[in-house]
C-alpha cells in the first residue's frame, strides 16, 4: 500500500532563507509526482509536476527532485519570501488496482517578514 | 484561476441525507478525479473517471459515487450521509494519455464545504 510522508509537519522561518522540504512514498513504481500549495481555505495549485523519468523540474525560485529508487523528492525554495507561506503538499500517482493518486499531509509554512 | 468550477461552495446536510456536488472541468481535458480533505490533513483520493469511464477508486464506501458526462462535467453523489462526512470536497481535472501513461498537471477547483450535521 502507498505510503507518502512529509516532514516536517510545520516550519517556521525568517524572510530571504533557502529551504527544503521533504516528501516520502513507499512503492517507488509511480509515474508521476506532484507538488502543490495550498492557501487556507482554497484548492490546491500545481507548483511542478515531475514524470517518473525524470530527476528534477525547476520554475523560479522552485526546485523539485525526485529519486525513485529511495522514495523521495525534494523541493527547494530559494530567497523565500512572506508570500510563501501556506501548505505544501506533494502527491504521487500510480496503478495500483486503477488509477490511484497518494497525497501526504502537507508541509505548513509560515515566512516571517 | 484554474478553469475547474465547483458547486455549491458551501452546503449543509443532515445526516442521512443525500448529497450532489458538481464539477465543470477545465476546456480540453478528459479527465477528472474527487477528492475528500478534511481540516489540517491531505486530500483523500476519492475515485476518478477517463472519458466517462471510472478507471481508478480509493478507499471509499459504494455510497460515494459519480458521474462524468459527455462535454467532461462531473458530479459526486454521496448517499446516506454521516458526520464524518464532513470535509471539503474538491474536483480536479487534467488531460491524460492512458496510452502512454504519461501524467500531465493537475487543475483543481476551489472546492465545496460540505457539513453533515
Known amino acids: 500500500k502507498q505510503e507518502v510522508t512529509q516532514i516536517p509537519a510545520a516550519l517556521s522561518v525568517p524572510e530571504g532563507e533557502n529551504l527544503v522540504l521533504n516528501c516520502s512514498f513507499t512503492?517507488?513504481?509511480?509515474?508521476?509526482l506532484q507538488w502543490f500549495r495550498q492557501d487556507p481555505g482554497k484548492g490546491l495549485t500545481s507548483l511542478l509536476l515531475?514524470?517518473?523519468?525524470?530527476r528534477e523540474q525547476t520554475s523560479g525560485r522552485l526546485n523539485a527532485s525526485l529519486d525513485k529508487s529511495s522514495g523521495r523528492s525534494t523541493l527547494y525554495i530559494a530567497a523565500s519570501q512572506p508570500g510563501d507561506s501556506a501548505t505544501y503538499l506533494c502527491?504521487?500517482?500510480?496503478?495500483?488496482?486503477?488509477?490511484?493518486?497518494?497525497f501526504g499531509a502537507g508541509t505548513r509554512l509560515f515566512v516571517k517578514a | 484561476e484554474t478553469g475547474v468550477t465547483q458547486s455549491p461552495t458551501h452546503l449543509i446536510k443532515t445526516r442521512g441525507q443525500q448529497v450532489t456536488l458538481r464539477c465543470s472541468s477545465q476546456?480540453?481535458?478528459?479527465?477528472v478525479s474527487w477528492y475528500q480533505q478534511a481540516l489540517g490533513q491531505g486530500p483523500q483520493f476519492i475515485f476518478q473517471?477517463?472519458?466517462?469511464?471510472?478507471?481508478g477508486r480509493g478507499n471509499f464506501p459504494p455510497r460515494f459515487s459519480g458521474l462524468q458526462f459527455p462535454n467532461y462535467s462531473s458530479e459526486l453523489n454521496v448517499n446516506a450521509l454521516e458526520l464524518d462526512d464532513s470535509a471539503l470536497y474538491l474536483c480536479?481535472?487534467?488531460?491524460?494519455?492512458?496510452?502512454?501513461?504519461?501524467?500531465?498537471?493537475?487543475?483543481f477547483g476551489e472546492g465545496s464545504w460540505l457539513t453533515v450535521v
Open positions: 515531475i514524470q517518473s523519468s525524470q
Open positions: 480536479a481535472s487534467s488531460f491524460q494519455v492512458w496510452t502512454t501513461f504519461s501524467g500531465n498537471t493537475i487543475y
Open positions: 512503492d517507488s513504481a509511480i509515474y508521476n
Open positions: 473517471y477517463y472519458r466517462e469511464e471510472e478507471n
Open positions: 502527491a504521487v500517482s500510480l496503478l495500483a488496482g486503477g488509477f490511484k493518486t497518494i
Open positions: 476546456s480540453g481535458h478528459n479527465t
